[in-house]
């Protein structure tokens, strides 16, 4: 009898997982399927002679506008949750989508970037060649192979980064515990990371509400993997160097820090470079004969700027730099109103993450508290910050530092990486005569300078330590400068084109023998611990997968049907097109569903690239669902992973909010239980020695386990103060 009860209830729990990920699939495609629609509409409509890859460009950069405004919108009226979302998302691309239908095209007249007589839409002679093609193919598998290893490392483990367990997937879950986005989330002693611009955030929060788990978390940095790399092949098409620009972009993705940091988790890097050179590349195929920038241009790559801005902090120099240039190549007559549609579009998609934090501090950002002469009120941090041109001149930071981060963090290729993108700045900028594209080179190059002047936590003074992670704040320049490169006049024609290509592959193998991406165990110091055993063979796998179908697509397909005779019938690609969208959204549909329950069922039960700490703890936190925990201590890498495995429990690390944002820690054993009754916490896990004596020898309190110095507590409804003669006062950070 006992079995038989517990197989039908097996059963039946299966049963609403399987109806609640339908569930899901259906209100994702319910709520994209007009958004999409609208966007390839309203892209016809504003920019209707860009069509292929920049086509697909500009969609793509619009549909992610509409997702994120829909979002932001219900999220203030703390409505955010699945059915409102859904209905609001397809309500809006219907809508959308029956108003442009009845609209007009846009009258504006695109051309080439000012480098010969073609259209933007028409491949220019030379891109079609199958080498330079198969030489992007074999970049694009080598990069496939690393970043899916990663990312079937996170499916079998769980997300495991830092930052991802700190603030950017707590973020993500607390908005959608809310359903709102207004409240402002400290997940730690000091209010830094609080105050981060959250977009990505906010679209980890709109895939656990359709799926009601995190199971699109871990896929989505792919996506923006492959849009960084559509915005590249955009950059050089014009040029007919699409696919050295692509090898470009893949070269820096492939580095051991970008691998180590961004597949699989919640990282918002990739993110951010993505978006913005998906508004460079729209500004740069929206260029004119004349060298002036068409309205839709603008008004697009203003989206992807804006993006770009509200999802990483870091972009706000790049952002800003852009913007300017922008302003510069404006016509003069055009100059005001294309620079207000500019500055109002990017505030639309990118400024509510800074609008809330005025309102909440008074302070846009609060790690700022002076711009200029200006005070603005700005909440106490007593982490030490420095910029990296303090270090600039001393020769014992560069040897013991700066030479081995670069080392570290770009690879055995780290040379080529540096030095490659401030060759293609310089020459971009000195032998090109498009306006935009000297424009867009001069925003590359001044982009190192914001890295080198921004202030930002390199460690204790003398010893930046730090140095090697914050690298990846410097990756928009580098990336700027590696999709030019090829654009350069001298390089992009003839051989010249192909032995570029070709060198930078080569600088993309080389970094393949570094021992974060694969045990090859070559060098030491390694950036992160590599994948290994199955993760890794799958990645490989995949790899050889899509090396294999872009060998066929290389060198047959494109032999024997160039893209303009592709183009000529817009009527049949479009239905292969389609065709071609149900097939992968079948697919997705049918292998989602057992991959989501392998996925539940391994998430934090172990290790895996990054050893996570507590491994016990935190897979016996799994079984927790709708309870209260909170943190104290030297916890935070553990936060996101006691928030259960569908997202329900409320998590919290203690501390005493002021009103102006101040932040305190509890400095005694009566606030802090205080504090433990007022949140009504069912579990505490702290390392504090202070805090776990008081609770030992709290009668309401219950020791569950104990594991690398955390103790985990069951704590009853009543906590006594009898405890607190022991131990001393917990110390102030």
């Known amino acids: 009898m ?125 891109e079609n060649g199958v080498g330079t093609r198969v030489l992007a193919v074999l970049a694009g598998s080598v990069l496939l192979a690393e970043w899916t290893s990663r990312t079937v490392d996170a499916l079998h483990h769980g997300m495991t980064t830092v930052d991802t367990l700190l603030y950017h997937m707590p973020f993500a879950a607390r908005f959608v515990q809310e359903s709102s986005i207004t409240g402002l989330h400290y997940v730690e002693g000091e209010p830094v990371v609080t105050f981060y611009p959250a977009t990505s955030e906010l679209l980890h929060a709109v895939g656990i509400e359709w799926m009601g788990n995190d199971l699109l978390s871990p896929l989505m940095n792919l996506g923006w993997m492959a849009l960084l790399l559509l915005a590249a092949w955009c950059i050089g098409r014009p040029f007919g160097v699409a696919p050295i620009s692509f090898i470009g972009a893949a070269l820096l993705l492939a580095t051991p820090g970008l691998v180590a940091t961004q597949p699989g988790g919640g990282l918002t890097d990739v993110v951010g470079l993505a978006l913005f050179l998906s508004s460079v590349a729209v500004l740069i195929n929206t260029e004119k004969f004349d060298g002036y920038l068409s309205t839709g241009g603008v008004a697009v790559a203003a989206l992807a700027s804006g993006l770009a801005f509200g999802t990483k902090f870091t972009l706000v120099g790049p952002v800003a730099l852009l913007t300017l240039g922008v302003m510069f190549v ?148 580098l990336l700027v400068g590696l999709v030019l490169l090829p654009i350069v006049p001298a390089l992009a024609r003839g051989r010249a084109r192909f032995w570029l290509g070709f060198g930078l592959l080569a600088a993309l193998c080389g970094t393949q023998l570094d021992s974060t991406i694969w045990p090859t165990h070559l060098f030491a110091g390694p950036f992160a611990p590599p994948t290994s055993g199955i993760d890794a063979a799958i990645g490989l796998v995949l790899g050889a997968a899509a090396l294999v ?38 697919m997705v549909v049918v292998l989602g569903f057992p991959l989501q329950q392998f996925y539940l069922g391994h998430r934090y039960k172990s290790t895996g690239a990054v050893t996570t700490v507590a491994p016990r703890i935190v897979a016996w936190a799994q079984g927790l669902s709708f309870q209260r925990v909170a943190l104290s201590g030297f916890t935070l890498p553990l936060q996101y992973q006691y928030y259960g495995r569908d997202l329900n429990n409320y998590v919290q690390y203690l501390v005493h909010v002021a009103p102006n944002g101040r932040v305190e820690e509890y400095a005694s054993c009566p606030s802090l239980l205080r504090a433990l009754h007022t949140g009504r916490y069912s579990y505490l896990v702290t390392s504090t020695p202070n805090m776990q004596i008081w609770l030992r020898a709290d009668p309401g309190a219950t020791l569950v386990m104990t594991e690398e110095k955390f103790d985990m507590f069951r704590l009853g409804r009543q906590l006594d103060l009898s405890g607190c003669s022991r131990g001393g006062s917990t110390p102030r950070p």
């Open 2 to 126: 006992f079995d038989v009860g517990s197989s039908g209830k097996t059963d039946r729990i299966s049963r609403m997982t399987t109806l609640r990920y339908l569930e899901g699939v259906i209100l994702a495609l319910i709520s994209l399927g007009p958004i999409v629609a609208a966007a390839q509409l309203a892209s016809r409509r504003m920019l209707p002679r860009l069509t292929g890859a920049p086509g697909v460009l500009v969609t793509a950069v619009l549909a992610i506008s509409g997702v994120v405004c829909v979002a932001e919108f219900v999220g203030t009226l703390n409505v955010f949750s699945r059915v409102p979302l859904s209905v609001s998302l397809a309500v809006v691309g219907v809508v959308a989508w029956s108003i442009l239908r009845r609209g007009s095209s846009s009258v504006d007249t695109i051309g080439v970037p000012a480098c010969g007589d073609e259209q933007v839409y028409r491949v220019p002679a030379g």
């Open 330 to 477: 404006c016509r003069p007559g055009r100059r005001l109103r294309q620079g207000v549609l500019w500055v109002g579009l990017v505030a639309l998609t990118g400024g509510y993450w800074y609008v809330r934090n005025w309102l909440a501090v008074g302070n846009p950002v609060p790690s700022l508290a002076h711009i200029g002469p200006l005070r603005l009120p700005s909440p106490p941090v007593i982490t030490p910050t420095s910029s990296v041109s303090h270090y600039l001149f001393d020769i014992g930071i560069w040897r013991h530092f700066f030479i081995p981060g670069f080392r570290s963090s770009f690879g055995p290729a780290w040379l080529v990486v540096m030095l490659a993108p401030v060759l293609g700045l310089i020459l971009v900028f000195l032998a090109r005569r498009n306006p935009v594209c000297r424009m867009v080179a001069a925003v590359g190059g001044l982009s190192f300078a914001v890295f080198a002047l921004t202030p930002q936590y390199l460690g204790l003074p003398g010893a930046p330590t730090f140095f090697v992670y914050n690298l990846r704040y410097v990756t928009p320049a």
């Open 549 to 586: 179908g872009g060998l066929i697509w290389a060198t047959r397909l494109f032999a024997v049907r160039t893209e303009a005779r592709f183009q000529s019938t817009p009527v049949r690609r479009s239905a292969r097109v389609t065709a071609a969208l149900m097939v992968v959204v079948l």
